[in-house]
């Protein structure tokens, strides 16, 4: 999290680093600062979002062709003015923007402080741009130097963009753990923590790797490592269009989103379905698909709605391969000394690639031996580039911090693999393959149906737009959709909301419910359809209110439910696709209707890039 910008070429630098970080602010919206070195270092920073710091600067001069620029998510120190980023160090040498956690901080505040230095913030950041002046007047060496030397004995994680007022036309940019993207322009370079701030300008690209120090002055960008070995730039192409990052005439990215679905999840399957002869192929996985094939246990990672794709995947690959799978958060897999074979596969599951936690399990994973899989949507990201293999989810780029297309992006992808790994294990009969296959081409048209009730779904919000809590029910597959319906709400709508397997509703949400309790069911036709009726009429018993998700034609729910929510049938091992588009659209609305930042909601960012 925190988003990160640089600019150093012939245009101002100002207007390419505040436009920057708005893209950038799904990252971090706590609080956001921007650097110009004009012959003297000016630094502009508040509390707030990026267009606070539009207001804030709006009547002082910003001019200035090398800059960074920062957008906050706070973890050392509350969000305000003096924790904003940039920092400067006490001798005014050095200005510096951080993405990520210095672990060993307040060792290193200690040391510094004991040769006189004092701090204004309370962050880690400040600890490091001083430790480098430290280095650079007490060592006199050159401030790419300071910056390696001081990076080799910090712990944790870090993106950063280093300014030097002494060397003004430079900016010296490295990272561990943190992404950091160079743009290749002709005589200038851009640097953010994802491509988007750079897709205006330039597709050339340069994704940084761990460990790596990029110094670039006006026109020329040298590469090393952190112990000064040289290295070749690998510049590549950006596939990303810049028509792709904006709100394309919704009023918010969340609703784009939502309704970008069927599209994205054509996108996702196009060329991986061969329709003509109902096939599958996943190139991605090519080489590594005996393996695949042979695992003894797949083992699923992820956070957030991730996991809950993850937990789709469950059971699509127990129903159509008969392979064995545990679904790990992230967090715990990797503090947990889990039990990883050589016969494992692991798949991580990341819209961004970038989750700290996901990435920490998959190095742990890959250490243990077992075959190391991604599923992301961030071409270009660490996850991606750190796996044995995988499948890129090509949802497009996803700003809305609350993860919608990304979410049904990696179902469609983990159907895909269930398929073909269920194909080639022979649990899957040619005609059940290819059943499976013409049916997934349907689903983005059965979504372009479910979006036409957006004007019921606001309808139903407007009704239930003041509750303070909500429960969501579902068995099976859509079991995990429940917890992603009670997921979107309460992460945009700030009302507390818990997903249950309806079964267990009996032991423990029952006591809760009575005539205030909103109670979303999913309940469409499939063989657990009797038990969710039955699981529906004990919510009815306590006078619950039932908002049933139900398939089209469906005559009994409609008879017990205040309301029901009609949607197309379809094989139950895609009902999450198409059952969640609701429960995205109620989330939406009620967000709204309450006032909420839909697309930055509180105390959230999109990218966790610390643990
Ligand atoms: C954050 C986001 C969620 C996302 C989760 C995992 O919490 O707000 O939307 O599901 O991180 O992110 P990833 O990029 O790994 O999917």
């Excluded at 002869?277 to 797949?298: N, Q, S």
Aim: hydrophobic share 40%; net charge negative; with cysteine.
């Amino acid at each position: 999290m925190c988003g990160i910008v640089g600019y150093i070429g012939y245009r101002e630098a100002y207007p390419v680093l505040i436009n920057g970080l708005k893209r950038l602010e799904y990252r971090g919206y706590d609080s956001a600062g921007i650097a110009l070195l004009d012959n003297e270092p000016a630094i502009f920073k508040c509390v707030g979002k990026v267009s606070d710091l539009e207001n804030h600067i709006n009547d002082n001069p910003k001019t200035g062709h090398v800059g960074i620029g920062h957008t906050r998510w706070a973890t050392h120190g509350e969000p305000n003015d003096v924790n904003a980023h940039p920092h400067q160090s006490m001798h005014g040498k050095f200005i510096l923007i951080h993405n990520g956690i210095i672990e060993n901080y307040t060792e290193l505040k200690e040391k510094l402080g004991n040769r006189g230095y004092t701090f204004n913030s309370q962050t880690d950041s400040e600890v490091l741009v001083n430790l480098i002046e430290f280095i650079y007047q007490k060592g006199k060496v050159d401030a790419e130097m300071a910056v390696r030397l001081a990076l080799n004995k910090v712990e944790g994680a870090y993106g950063i963009v280093v300014m030097c007022a002494d060397e003004p036309d430079k900016l010296i940019a490295a990272r561990k753990g943190s992404p950091l993207v160079i743009g290749v322009g002709n005589d200038e370079y851009f640097l953010a923590s994802d491509a988007t701030p750079i897709v205006e300008y330039t597709k050339s690209v340069i994704y940084l790797n761990d460990q790596n120090v990029a110094v670039i002055t006006q026109g020329e960008l040298v590469l090393k490592t952190l112990k000064n070995i040289p290295l070749t730039p690998n510049i590549q192409q950006l596939s990303m269009d810049i028509g792709e990052i904006d709100k394309g005439g919704y009023d918010h990215f969340m609703l784009k989103e939502i309704f970008e679905q069927p599209r994205s999840i054509h996108d996702t399957f196009r060329g991986r379905i061969n329709l003509a002869e109902r096939t599958l192929h996943l190139g991605g996985l090519y080489h590594v698909m005996p393996k695949i094939v042979e695992a003894k246990r797949i083992i699923i990672i992820g956070c957030g709605t991730s996991w809950h794709a993850g937990l789709v995947g469950e059971y699509l690959f127990e129903d159509l391969a008969r392979i064995s799978v545990e679904v790990e958060y992230a967090s715990e897999f990797r503090y947990r000394r889990p039990i990883i074979s050589k016969g494992d596969v692991v798949i991580a599951i990341s819209q961004s690639g970038e989750t700290a936690d996901t990435l920490a399990a998959i190095r742990l994973a890959k250490e243990a031996g077992a075959l190391v899989l991604g599923i992301c949507n961030v071409v270009g990201s660490s996850i991606p580039r750190e796996t044995d293999g995988g499948v890129y989810t090509h949802a497009g780029p996803e700003i809305g911090v609350a993860s919608t297309k990304a979410f049904t992006a990696q179902v469609t992808v983990l159907a895909m693999m269930a398929i073909q790994v269920g194909r080639k294990r022979n649990f899957l009969t040619d005609d059940q393959y290819q059943r499976y296959i013409q049916e997934l081409t349907q689903v983005p048209e059965k979504i372009e149906k479910i979006l036409k009730l957006d004007s019921t779904i606001h309808k139903l919000a407007e009704k239930y737009k003041d509750v303070n809590n909500f429960l969501y029910l579902g068995r099976g597959y859509l079991f995990p959709v429940a917890l992603e319906g009670a997921l979107k709400l309460k992460e945009i709508s700030y009302i507390h909301a818990e997903g249950y397997p309806a079964a267990e509703m009996k032991h423990g949400p029952i006591a809760l419910i009575d005539h205030h309790m909103p109670v979303v069911v999913l309940a469409t036709k499939d063989h657990s359809y009797d038990k969710i009726v039955s699981n529906i009429q004990e919510v009815k018993a306590r006078k619950g209110i039932i908002i049933a998700v139900v398939s089209e034609g469906d005559t009994t729910i409609t008879g017990l439910a205040n309301h029901t929510i009609e949607i197309p049938e379809t094989e139950m091992v895609f009902s999450p696709l198409l059952a969640v588009i609701p429960l995205q659209l109620l989330s939406y609305h009620i967000a709204i209707m309450r006032g909420c930042n839909v697309d930055q909601p509180r105390n959230l960012a999109k990218s966790v890039t610390v643990e």
